[in-house]
């Protein structure tokens, strides 16, 4: 059983930048491909980002490409999504996900999640 905690959701102005985090325990850290969703009110859970299980592959949905990135450190079992110039549509409860030994080169539906954590709220004024 693997337990994620994210971190870092805050309010912050359009332009601006957030990193949030999620620390992960109970499992063996480097065997899950780690991500992202978000959710916004009235909306689905989309998949934002993802970083495959050996580091090598990542995902960025088209809204979020060249603003995001996102990266994890296996020594802290915890991966990060950083997100630059943030615009108010970027507003919701984001998501830390795991998915077991899965490469990050396409686009994960809710169902293919394995964990999840708790979420953290982001809200970003204009």
């Known amino acids: 059983q693997v337990h994620l905690v994210e971190s870092g959701g805050a309010l912050v102005q359009a332009g601006g930048s957030l990193r949030v985090s999620c620390a992960a325990s109970?499992?063996?850290?480097?065997?899950?491909?780690m991500g992202w969703f978000r959710q916004a009110p009235g909306k689905e859970r989309e998949l934002v980002s993802a970083?495959?299980?050996?580091?090598?592959?990542?995902y960025f949905a088209d809204s979020v490409k060249g603003r995001f990135t996102i990266s994890r450190d296996n020594a802290k079992n915890t991966v990060y999504l950083q997100m630059n110039s943030l615009k108010p549509e970027d507003t919701a409860v984001y998501y830390c996900v795991a998915v077991y030994r899965r490469a990050a080169d396409r686009e994960w539906g809710p169902k293919e999640v394995n964990y999840w954590g708790q979420g953290t709220q982001v809200t970003v004024s204009s």
């Open positions: 109970g499992g063996t850290f480097s065997n899950y491909a």
């Open positions: 970083i495959g299980w050996l580091g090598r592959s990542t």
